[in-house]
């Protein structure tokens, strides 16, 4: 069966779809059991955004969520599904503003993971005092804060991995983003830790293209 073109692909309920700058989604593609994590979170996780994501990675968030407020941690979730259209106004925003930077700042619609509805953006309130700007809330040293060193350490015990680690680049496509976590269930995120391998590099090696760039 010829593959077709990624600007026609649906991965359904595939967990370990890829989602690269060469092989996107369509337009018209989304998952069909989001759920509201504000029905599930406190608002000092949620800040009030209304961030959807899979309900399939909504039990184990959650429980990663409470065990980090246990440990004294202040958890924020900044982002979580986001459709074709919500990508590319992130995209053309960051394209007027910085055109010769946004590859680095943000995927073009159609190649973002957000899509999946499997991946979270996580914040830190301690972020700001680290970089020093008051109102930051993406930065490399979100891995510096307390939040961030602890998800790097336990993440992929709750079937989480660090979509796009430090020095992958050169596989992945997308630069360093501690904060940019996606969930593959416990048994893929232990063996990719175990690897020291991203997803990306994993299913480039392991599977087929998925579709036609």
């Not at 991965?11 to 989001?34: K, N």
């Not at 790097?152 to 989480?160: H, L, P, Q, S, T």
């Amino acid at each position: 069966m010829p593959l077709a073109n990624c600007s026609e692909r649906f991965p359904g309920d595939d967990l370990l779809a890829v989602v690269t700058l060469d092989f996107g989604l369509s337009r018209d593609f989304a998952p069909d059991d989001l759920t509201p994590l504000a029905d599930y979170l406190p608002l000092s996780v949620t800040l009030g955004y209304p961030t959807e994501v899979r309900e399939v990675m909504l039990k184990p968030l959650v429980k990663m969520i409470e065990d980090m407020l246990a440990a004294g941690l202040q958890p924020r979730i900044l982002s979580g599904y986001r459709s074709y259209i919500a990508q590319t106004i992130a995209w053309n925003k960051w394209n007027n503003l910085y055109p010769d930077h946004v590859s680095i700042i943000s995927a073009p619609p159609g190649h973002s993971e957000h899509q999946l509805g499997t991946v979270v953006d996580f914040g830190s309130p301690e972020l700001p005092g680290v970089v020093g700007q008051p109102d930051i809330e993406f930065h490399t040293y979100f891995y510096k804060t307390s939040e961030g060193q602890w998800l790097a350490e336990n993440a992929y015990k709750y079937g989480f991995t660090l979509s796009y680690p430090l020095e992958a680049f050169e596989v992945t496509g997308f630069y360093y983003e501690p904060w940019h976590y996606r969930y593959v269930g416990e048994d893929m995120a232990q063996q990719l830790h175990e690897q020291g391998l991203s997803l990306t590099e994993y299913q480039l090696a392991e599977n087929p293209p998925p579709c036609l760039p």
